[in-house]
């Protein structure tokens, strides 16, 4: 059973998500907004979520970093939906076979 502190960090952290992408619409709303500011508005979210994750691969695990580093490369060429596709299947197999 899922104990009561991790549904709420989830909760608690879609809620952070969700207000980055918000709040910066709600602040701005009566100005015209450039193709960069809007670009930067869109990336606030994931930003969020890099932070929260990104401490989970400063470790000594090599499958870890090298499913990222397959990741990004996916990124670097692919869309949203193929390349977390990508990434949690190279983090699967390299787990798989590096233990």
């Known amino acids: 059973m899922i104990q ?28 015209t907004l450039s193709p960069r500011t ?4 869109d990336a606030a979210p994931g930003c969020v979520l890099i932070a ?3 401490p989970a691969f ?7 970093l090298i499913a990222l580093a397959v990741t990004l490369a996916a990124a670097a060429r692919l869309p949203l939906l193929p390349t977390v596709l990508i990434g949690v299947t190279a ?5 798989h076979l590096l233990g």
Do not use: K
Request: no cysteine; net charge positive; aromatic share 4%.
């Open 38 to 41: 809007t670009a930067v508005l």
């Open 52 to 54: 929260v994750i990104a």
């Open 58 to 64: 400063v470790v000594n695990r090599p499958a870890d």
């Open 4 to 31: 009561t502190s991790t549904l709420l960090t989830i909760g608690l952290m879609a809620l952070v998500t969700y207000l980055t992408r918000v709040l910066g619409y709600v602040a701005l709303r009566n100005r």
């Open 91 to 95: 983090a699967g197999l390299l787990r």
